[in-house]
Each structure stands twice: as C-alpha cells, then as structure tokens.
C-alpha cells in the first residue's frame, strides 16, 4: 500500500570515533509531520566512518520490511546527502520496491549556506539538480532540519545511557549482566535512588552492601541534575 506521506531518511555519523551511529526517518504529509510513523535506526553492520554503508543499511531495513508487507511506500524519498548518496537510494528501492516512487536529496551549499543548499532527483532516468521555489526549498529544509533533530536526540540518548552503564559497572561486583538486569527492573536512576535495597538484593541476587553502593550512585547522579 501507498501513504501520502514524505519519507525522509537522515544519517548522522557521530563526533566520538565513530561511536553510536544512528539514522532517523520523519514522515511528512499534506498536513505535516506524522510522529506516529518516526522510525530511529542503530547501525550495526556499516564500518565507522562509512556513510555511504549507514545509508545502505538504513534503506536496506527499511524497504525490505515494506517488500513484505510491514509498511507503506512513500510517494517521495527524501535523502540528505548528495549525489552519491541518491544512487545509494535509487539502487536499494529499486530492488526492493518495484512501485517507482520520486526520489530526491538535499545536499548542503556552499559554506553551509541554506540559501545555497541544492536538491537533486532524477529526470528521465538521470540526476540533475532540480530547480525549486524559495518556499519549496525551505520546506524541504524544514523536513531535513526536522530528521537531523530527531536523529540528533536518539543519538544524545545512546551517549548518555553508555555513560550511566559505564558509572554502575564501576562499582565492584557489578558486572555487565548486573547493570543490564539493573535497568531491565528500574526504567531511570530515580527508580533506583528511590527504592529499597532489599528490593534490589531480591530482584539481581546481589547483597545488600551491593544494593546500597547502587542507591548512593544514583542518589548521587539525580543530585547532580537538580538545578
């Protein structure tokens, strides 16, 4: 099935060596964002540093799904990125959507001005830059400006719970299989702050001495964020 809706898949590599790459796609229709169908993807296969290869595997899972039926096809695929990034796109859908869909891409101007930003997509079966309205272009900045935040966030999120873990697994005696089962019973740090240890001894199998260094940490963590 179709949707009337703008598909935008966003790439973002990130700033720490390549650590927790993610990719985000928005969905846009006549009447604006549609939250409810927002996807966020972890990269798990492509090679730090290799944005062509996020972009492969994002689309790859994505329209491999909608090939078999769990989803709906766009009517327009919007990409950020350039040319190359756009055959990247136009070889994954076509072999995986048989429905032509319009493909396009927004690649950043000149010094990163928006006034020089370009759109590409292909006319007759080649790409070319497309020629656009000031308000047609700033729409579809919006929807990429949109992606990049929503990626941005997902990405933020992946950092911060890294950092958490990496505090719990400093504490002797708490290993990896601990701070998992840790946050699979406690959603937060507040959980933990405001629980009992014995609540935490009884659901880990850990002492209660290891239940009370847990509280402390996270007493200590919620301090911190209060203003």
């Known amino acids: 099935p179709r949707s ?5 898949v966003y790439k973002r590599q990130s700033h720490t060596g390549g650590e927790a790459v ?3 796609q928005v969905v846009f229709n006549r009447d604006g964002p549609v ?10 296969e492509a090679v730090p540093g290799d944005d062509y290869g996020a972009l492969r595997e994002t689309l790859t899972r994505r329209f491999r799904k909608i090939s ?3 989803g709906l096809i766009p009517d327009i695929l919007l990409i950020d990125g350039g040319k190359g990034h756009l055959r ?3 070889e994954i859908v076509e072999r995986l959507a048989p429905n032509e869909l319009c493909l396009t891409a927004i690649a950043k101007g000149a010094g990163r001005r928006p006034s020089l930003d370009r759109v590409y997509g292909y006319r007759n079966h080649r790409m070319s830059a497309l020629q656009t309205s000031q308000s047609s272009l700033h729409l579809i900045q919006q929807i990429r400006d949109e992606a990049h935040r929503f990626a941005v966030s997902f990405q933020r999120l992946k950092r911060s719970k890294s950092i958490r873990e990496s505090l719990f697994l400093s504490i002797n005696g708490m290993g990896q299989k ?3 089962n840790l946050f699979t019973h406690y959603q937060n740090i507040r959980d933990i702050a405001t629980t009992e240890p014995e609540d935490i001894s009884k659901r880990l199998s850990i002492s209660k001495e290891l239940s ?5 940490l996270a007493k ?6 209060k203003p």
């Open 22 to 24: 993610v990719a985000s």
């Open 212 to 216: 009370l260094e847990c509280i402390k």
């Open 178 to 180: 601990r701070v998992n």
């Open 35 to 44: 939250t409810s169908e927002y996807r966020r993807f972890n990269i798990k």
């Open 88 to 90: 990247i796109a136009r």
């Open 220 to 225: 200590g963590m919620v301090k911190k964020k």
């Open 68 to 70: 078999k039926g769990k």
């Open 4 to 8: 009337r809706g703008l598909g935008d």
